[in-house]
């Protein structure tokens, strides 16, 4: 999946119209966390440096089409200039007769962050006249929001279609060369490490990594519903009832395909779902039938870590219990240790983002793993083998 690279583009005196993912979260008039931000700057350096003027464009949150004032992208604009040395100047909207002459009046190597696109409803709608007004205004266009490329919005779909090169953001690149990697050719054993609550979520997932896996590790809540699929009793843990004999297909086509697929052992069950609930840890043919289980238990989490450590690639999409609670966390973080231990000796881990970075991050391992996804939905879409259109939409080489 080679595209052409924002490197590739001779940039200087010209207009590079870049969509980022600046969907960060805001406390007032500050960025709470500067994650995303940060992994745009080596494709936003690379425009200015080489003497391009940099036009961005992003989202932020869910204004409906509305001008919500506190979803404004003026603190962002604020980090940024601090984190690129440079000014970083904003836009009152993101099209119109101001911002084209803003626009004009860009430098080389200047940067102009348009004003949050969803304060127009024809973002989201693709909608044809507003991509060519987006589109009126650069020369060139680059998509470093990995984040957004599971969706055909006008920014990420409807205005790559005013250009003749399209190209990918360095973020994106390494987004599609290590998702794509594990997916085409990862290095064997090759583990995949499913969580989360649902299986109506990563039942795509699922299907798609059966052929391609040596071993699956299933937790989180879903888990349940392939104990339910076993007629094992669950208690008042999460069950999707419609969702049962997909469990029973899955588990039969993982014994016909010779995947190992590794469901819990034993759990962690709580008499209710709080904090500071009572919990202990039980066999998974004795879950009490008035609790429910929200972890993963001590034997499976070092059954799970065992696998981790001798696999050569790992993709982990979805925590394996209630991590938000610490007294539930003790799973996830047990696995995100030994894999972050495998990766130090060499292991290619692949995370996707979400509650799985979040789950990471909490463990304290997150600056161990090969990579990190930025994009949530993105990378489960790219996981279950679906065209992303804001990828499609790039120049193949």
Aim: hydrophobic residues 45%.
């Amino acid at each position: 999946m080679r595209k052409l690279s924002v490197e590739d583009l001779s940039v200087r005196g010209r207009r590079v119209l870049t969509r980022v993912d600046f969907n960060v979260p805001l406390e007032g008039a500050k960025v709470a966390d500067e994650a995303r931000i940060r992994e745009s700057l080596p494709t936003l350096r690379s425009v200015l440096d080489r003497g391009g003027r940099l036009i961005l464009m992003s989202h932020l949150g869910r204004p409906d089409g509305k001008v919500v004032p506190k979803l404004s992208l003026g603190p962002v604009a604020d980090r940024l200039s601090d984190l690129l040395g440079r000014p970083v100047t904003t836009a009152p909207d993101c099209v119109g007769p101001e911002v084209e002459r803003l626009v004009a009046g860009l430098k080389d190597g200047d940067a102009l962050l348009l004003e949050n696109l969803r304060f127009h409803p024809e973002e989201e709608k693709n909608d044809p006249a507003f991509s060519e007004r987006l589109a009126s205004l650069g020369d060139l266009y680059v998509n470093d929001a990995f984040g957004t490329a599971h969706r055909a919005h006008a920014s990420t779909e409807g205005v790559t279609r005013h250009f003749a090169q399209r190209a990918a953001g360095l973020l994106m690149i390494r987004e599609l060369d290590y998702l794509g990697a594990a997916l085409a050719a990862p290095g064997r054993p090759f583990v995949a490490v499913l969580g989360g609550a649902k299986v109506s979520g990563k039942i795509d997932v699922i299907h798609n990594l059966l052929p391609k896996v040596d071993a699956l590790l299933i937790g989180g809540g879903m888990a349940c519903t392939f104990f339910k699929a076993q007629g094992l009793e669950i208690g008042k843990s999460l069950l999707e009832p419609d969702r049962v004999e997909v469990a029973r297909q899955v588990l039969a086509g993982a014994e016909r395909q010779k995947v190992r697929l590794l469901l819990p052992t034993d759990c962690v069950v709580a008499d209710r779902f709080a904090p500071d609930a009572q919990k202990k840890a039980v066999p998974r043919e004795r879950i009490p039938a008035d609790w429910q289980v929200l972890d993963i238990g001590p034997e499976t989490a070092r059954q799970f870590s065992d696998e981790v450590r001798s696999a050569k690639t790992v993709v982990w999409n979805g925590p394996l219990g209630v991590f938000e609670m610490d007294a539930f966390a003790d799973g996830t973080n047990a696995v995100a240790r030994a894999l972050a231990d495998a990766t130090d000796r060499g292991t290619v881990s692949v995370i996707g983002g979400g509650d799985s970075a979040a789950a990471i991050a909490k463990a304290g391992v997150e600056r161990r793993m090969t990579h990190i996804s930025t994009g949530g939905g993105a990378s489960l879409e790219f996981l279950e083998g679906k065209t992303l259109p804001g990828v499609a939409a790039l120049t193949d080489v």
